[in-house]
């Protein structure tokens, strides 16, 4: 909503013409003077819920080996393909 505001503030201002970076944060800094912060206050609070994965470890302990064999000076002989 902020974005759609200030981009259609931006262009009955300045119309289709380029903008400089400085042009678009002074009218944006004159602009938040008067912009209505009531029109965010209608937004619920944000509720979310976390599900716990049935088996973390599936990610978690091979990321964390690869993060260790990456940056540690620990080295590890990676088992080769045949399986020996």
């Keep these: 909503m902020l974005l759609e505001q200030f981009h259609r503030k931006l262009r009955d201002e300045f119309g289709e013409q380029p903008r400089s970076v400085s042009d678009v944060l ?3 800094e004159e602009n ?5 912060r009531s029109l965010f206050l209608k937004f619920p609070d944000l509720k979310f819920k976390y599900i716990e994965e049935t088996d973390p470890s599936r990610f978690f302990v091979p990321y964390i080996w690869q993060v260790v064999c990456r940056m540690s000076n620990l080295h590890f002989r990676q088992p080769s393909a045949g399986g020996s």
């Design 26 to 28: 002074h009218f944006i």
């Design 32 to 36: 938040l003077k008067t912009f209505r």
